[in-house]
């Protein structure tokens, strides 16, 4: 699957004000059955959404949605960035939960901590992780939570997060992630970048020794 590439994005804000969120809660383990790399989303943060337990095989229209819980709110529906608490993406270092993240339609995540594997397995995979300070996410939940249809724009090539009362919050990433996400290059494209460099090694290696390419020898 080809990593869609992000330059910026404006989109409605789902509050989700929990810390330490693991990967489990994102995509529980019987999900992890799907060999496929697509279509986590209906199964984001199941255990939460729904008032009772699914499987791969559960058609989704069926459930029990959990009425209260914040992704099935009305106000907050086809929202596309989602703030979070601290150590987001703690747990295991299934790749799955950020694939289900950007299969329900969330392009951004902003937290005042990130788990390292999670957080670049974002990268990755088309969803940027924004790391802001706490008081600063704790403020954008409130101002979330007290006007509906709150929407931000965050702009990676500018490194900057545009709100609506016309503020605007810079922000830090690595210059490797920020130009991967850019360009919508996961690890396969990121390699085959070098794919003149690697023939051009091959063809030296083949000529200075030749018996390492013998098939007739094994």
């Given at each position: 699957m080809t990593m869609e590439a992000f330059q910026s994005h404006r989109g409605l804000v789902?509050?989700?004000?929990?810390?330490n969120v693991d990967t489990?809660?994102?995509?529980?383990k019987q999900y992890l059955k799907s060999i496929l790399k697509t279509g986590y989303g209906d199964w984001l943060f199941d255990g939460l959404r729904y008032l009772d337990e699914g499987?791969?095989?559960?058609?989704?229209s069926t459930r029990r949605i959990n009425p209260e819980f914040v992704l099935n709110l009305p106000r907050f529906l086809g929202g596309s960035i989602l703030v979070a608490g601290e150590n987001f993406g703690c747990g295991s270092s299934r790749e799955h939960a950020?694939?289900?993240?950007?299969d329900f339609g969330i392009k951004v995540?902003?937290?005042?901590?990130?788990?390292?594997?999670?957080?670049?397995?974002?990268?990755?995979?088309?969803?940027?992780?924004v790391q802001l300070g706490s008081r600063t996410?704790?403020?954008?939940?409130?101002?979330?939570?007290?006007?509906?249809?709150?929407?931000?724009?965050?702009?990676?090539?500018?490194?900057?997060?545009?709100?609506?009362?016309?503020k605007s919050i810079n922000f830090e990433i690595d210059e490797s992630l920020r130009q991967q996400l850019l360009f919508g290059l996961d690890?396969?494209?990121l390699t085959m970048e070098y794919k003149k460099d690697i023939l051009e090694y091959e063809a030296k290696h083949r000529k200075a020794a030749p018996w390492l390419f013998d098939n007739s020898l094994s």
């Open positions: 789902i509050p989700f004000n929990r810390a489990d809660a994102m995509l529980p499987d791969v095989n559960t058609v989704t950020p694939w289900a993240l950007r995540v902003i937290a005042p901590s990130f788990a390292d594997i999670f957080y670049n397995n974002c990268c990755k995979n088309g969803v940027l992780p996410v704790a403020t954008i939940i409130e101002e979330v939570e007290a006007i509906e249809g709150y929407e931000m724009k965050v702009d990676l090539e500018g490194k900057t997060i545009s709100l609506p009362d016309g690890t396969i494209s």
